[in-house]
């Protein structure tokens, strides 16, 4: 048969239908109406007659063409259909891990929005570099053990763990979706250093925290910093909760605080009860902020919430170091007394926003145990005002 040229491609003119150069061994150049060329092969596996595209002319001239045919022909040879192989190959690039973890991250709306920043911000500083562009399913534990040592040699333990943390997560999404088979992260269990569980300094004898109450109340410097200080042992929120409340989360009348989802670190929202003395606490302050979006603007600017060491700050501004108490602490504070004074934990749990892992139970306790809570609330709020005045403080009454 007679095989094409450079020139011969090259005069060819296009015809009023698609047309075909012929080139031997099933490789042709169709030339279409419009004038464009592309090469095609033609072959048969498993008894059918098949084609392939093999690129465009010129950016593919007639050389290059004819070595992807043979390249072709041979794993037709050994009973490879290159057609399928190409789409196999095209599909694994598109399941990278990190193709993966962009799409896990999209579906991730239930997160609290510093939670989903911080997951997004340790894949892309520390694992996209390295594996992103690999296939989820060709990621052995080796190459990921490698890329979460090169955040220890920063000495950032923590942040190793954290990250192997949000990448199998990852993983298990690729598994459910079909893309991988194993969460290799899982056999990495005890390969990295071991961080020591670091709990957030508290105060947890009652005569101290009746001191730190005392000391709040008379705090001096900024009001909105003062009343933050006053309620936070009172509704025992994670700082960042706190300081972000905006007032259209609160209604007084019902004494209660519901935090949407997005913004609470397991994305639920958490409905807070709030005692006869929080509610006064935040009636006292409306006047002043309750005008705008939040309970506790920045000093600087009313259109963002006051930053997130103000408040740790303020307790230094009152003499407790950072080894004695922080704004954290408050959760642990409530979390001991509340134990030992006998409510139950599950109360004590739910309250904290800790998540239940079994779901049936969860529901029961969401739906079931608002009334309780409102109970133990308004007991902490009256200890809490017998450590600050430092009466004599009955033990809290055992929830029913």
Known sequence: MKTLTEA????????????????????????????????????????????ISLGVYPDVPLK??????EEARKLIADGIDPVAKRKSERTAQADTFRAIAEEWLSKQPHLAVGTLRRDRDRLTSFIFPYLGSTPIAAIEAPALLDALRRIEARGTHETAHRTRAVCGRVFRYAIATGRAKHDVSADLKGALTAVATQSFPAITE????????????????????AMALKLLPLVFTRPGELRAAE??????????????????????????????????????????????????????????????NTLNAGLRRLGYNASEVTAHGFRSTASTLLNEQGWHPDLIELQLAHIEQNESRAAYNRSLRLEERRKMMQAWGDYLDGLRTGANVVPLKRAG
């Open 64 to 69: 290059l063409a004819r070595e992807r045919r």
């Open 247 to 308: 007032w259209s989360e609160f209604n007084l009348d019902r004494a209660e605080w519901r935090i949407r989802a997005e913004r609470m670190k397991m994305g639920r929202e958490h409905i807070v009860p709030l005692s006869r003395q929080a509610v006064a606490v935040l009636r006292e302050l409306h006047p002043i902020t309750g005008s705008g979006r939040y309970v506790f603007p920045s000093v600087r600017t009313a259109a963002k919430p006051i930053s997130d």
């Open 206 to 225: 009652p005569a101290r925290v009746g001191e730190l109450l005392r000391a709040i109340e008379g705090y001096v410097g900024q009001r909105t910093v």
């Open 8 to 51: 011969a491609i090259r005069a060819a003119k296009p015809k009023e239908k698609a047309s075909k150069l012929l080139d031997g061994r099933g490789l042709f150049l169709l030339v279409t109406p419009d004038g464009r060329r592309y090469w095609r092969l033609r072959f048969r596996h498993a008894g059918r007659e098949k084609l």
